[in-house]
């Protein structure tokens, strides 16, 4: 860790970031016994949007552009909407420990994203770690196994889909003219989501279906910690984190996030743990591994057209 910043704030946001995302699974699948997936979303990005907008209007820098705007909602798009949309829709048929596993992919997805559009040049050890990643989601997603039915492919490659819109998101969002105020790019980000979530949710007649009356307590408790823990608290220690540690540090929630969502599925939602999923989480932890540890790809060098 850096020297900068003090200890304990630092192993205070790594405990947000390892902690709290871990267990948002668990969260998404008590919002999700009595809200749609949809309106679950919709509510809980408006909600940790505004929270973040208000605080930075607070400390004075909510100020923004009509191009920052485009460029939050296009984050919002790629990040909140599709990725964590995909989780949402996911977790109505999969496992949340399996959910987990296959979101941890995103490191892999975003090696063969920079490879592309950024003109990297990975090393051996990144394309070892890829290669892993694609054996280790073959395993999990394969048919057969243990527990006949525990993986509807069909989820998961939704879910992969997410992913891998995430991975392209975090990329985009490197360059993108965003607001200077972290928390108010976060802000525009997540509401520019709950409207995209909202329009979701009309256009699937949620509106008609869902009786406001019948959610549960649990679905209610379970929206509040994805809004203000999941999005507002551990969202703001990740972006912190990011400028004070390395980014090999932040990345490692990638391999302790799945570690806790399959821990919290098995105990408080009566999800079964397989050899099926045992080996294919050994197996894209390692490739998690191999990329976050790897030296940084070098940009190759383009051909000198002029």
Same mark, same amino acid.
């Given at each position: 860790m850096? $020297?900068?910043?003090?200890?304990?704030?630092?192993?205070?946001?790594f405990?947000?970031?390892?902690?709290?995302?871990?267990?948002?699974?668990?969260?998404?699948?008590?919002?999700?016994?009595?809200?749609?997936? +949809?309106?679950?979303?919709?509510?809980? +990005?408006?909600a940790?949007?505004?929270?973040l907008?208000?605080?930075?209007?607070?400390?004075?820098?909510?100020?923004?552009s009509?191009?920052?705007?485009?460029?939050?909602?296009?984050? %919002?798009?790629?990040?909140? +909407?599709?990725?964590?949309g995909?989780l949402?829709?996911a977790?109505?048929?999969?496992?949340?420990?399996?959910?987990?596993l296959?979101?941890?992919?995103?490191?892999?997805?975003?090696v063969?994203?920079?490879t592309?559009?950024?003109?990297?040049?990975?090393g051996r050890?990144?394309?070892?770690?890829v290669g892993l990643?694609?054996?280790?989601?073959?395993?999990?997603? %394969?048919?057969g196994?243990e *527990?006949p039915?525990?993986?509807? #492919?069909?989820?998961?490659l939704i879910?992969?889909?997410?992913s891998?819109?995430?991975?392209?998101?975090?990329?985009?969002?490197?360059n993108?003219?965003?607001?200077?105020?972290?928390?108010?790019?976060?802000?525009?980000?997540?509401?520019?989501? $709950? *409207?995209?979530?909202?329009?979701?949710?009309f256009?699937a007649?949620?509106?008609?279906?869902v009786?406001?009356?019948?959610v549960s307590?649990?679905s *209610?408790?379970?929206?509040?910690?994805?809004?203000? !823990?999941?999005? #507002?608290?551990?969202?703001?220690?990740y972006i912190?984190?990011?400028?004070?540690?390395?980014?090999a540090? #932040?990345?490692?929630?990638?391999?302790?996030?799945?570690?806790?969502?399959? +821990?919290?599925?098995?105990? !408080?939602?009566?999800?079964?743990?397989?050899?099926?999923?045992?080996v294919?989480?050994?197996?894209?932890?390692?490739?998690?591994?191999?990329?976050?540890?790897a030296?940084?790809?070098?940009?190759?060098?383009?051909?000198?057209?002029?």
């Amino acid at each position: 860790m850096t $020297g900068g910043a003090p200890r304990l704030k630092l192993l205070s946001a790594f405990a947000a970031v390892y902690l709290i995302w871990g267990s948002s699974y668990l969260a998404i699948i008590w919002g999700l016994e009595t809200m749609p997936p +949809f309106l679950l979303g919709a509510a809980r +990005f408006i909600a940790a949007g505004s929270i973040l907008y208000a605080i930075a209007a607070a400390r004075g820098g909510a100020k923004f552009s009509r191009r920052q705007l485009l460029n939050a909602s296009v984050v %919002g798009a790629l990040l909140p +909407f599709l990725g964590n949309g995909s989780l949402i829709w996911a977790q109505q048929k999969i496992p949340s420990g399996i959910a987990a596993l296959i979101v941890a992919t995103v490191p892999l997805w975003m090696v063969v994203i920079q490879t592309i559009v950024e003109h990297v040049r990975p090393g051996r050890q990144i394309w070892t770690g890829v290669g892993l990643g694609i054996i280790g989601l073959a395993i999990l997603v %394969g048919t057969g196994g243990e *527990v006949p039915g525990a993986i509807h #492919v069909p989820s998961a490659l939704i879910l992969c889909g997410g992913s891998i819109a995430w991975a392209t998101g975090s990329i985009y969002s490197r360059n993108a003219d965003l607001p200077d105020s972290g928390l108010a790019s976060a802000a525009l980000t997540m509401l520019a989501a $709950g *409207v995209f979530f909202s329009a979701a949710s009309f256009a699937a007649g949620d509106h008609r279906t869902v009786d406001l009356a019948e959610v549960s307590l649990r679905s *209610v408790v379970g929206l509040a910690y994805l809004a203000i !823990f999941g999005s #507002v608290i551990a969202y703001s220690a990740y972006i912190w984190l990011l400028q004070v540690s390395t980014p090999a540090r #932040v990345a490692t929630y990638a391999y302790v996030n799945p570690v806790i969502a399959v +821990f919290l599925g098995w105990a !408080f939602a009566g999800e079964p743990i397989s050899v099926r999923t045992m080996v294919a989480a050994g197996v894209i932890l390692a490739a998690v591994i191999l990329i976050t540890t790897a030296p940084q790809p070098a940009k190759r060098a383009l051909p000198d057209v002029t």
